[in-house]
């Protein structure tokens, strides 16, 4: 049984996800060759490549805010141990 029996049994809606990772906008010959290396040949196995590590930037403050975000040191905190 080859790869046709399998796509005889895949609902229509399916077929397009396992067609190769070249047939998406934007990703030629040359891209197609590092995302096949990286994810596989097939679209859907660019589903299964999921992300390990987020890094938010969305908070990025200027630099000139970045003095208000510095850790307290002892010289901000009052001679009796409390905040001023």
Known sequence: RGPEAHTAMRPQSLIPLFAQ????????P????LV???VGPLVVDMLWH???GVTDRRNAPEV??????RPFSSRTWGK???SP
């Open 21 to 28: 990772v070249t047939s998406l906008p934007g990703i030629g």
């Open 30 to 33: 040359r891209l197609g060759k």
């Open 36 to 38: 096949e290396k990286l």
């Open 50 to 52: 999921l992300p390990f």
């Open 64 to 69: 000139a805010a970045a003095y208000m975000l």
């Open 80 to 82: 009796d141990g409390r």
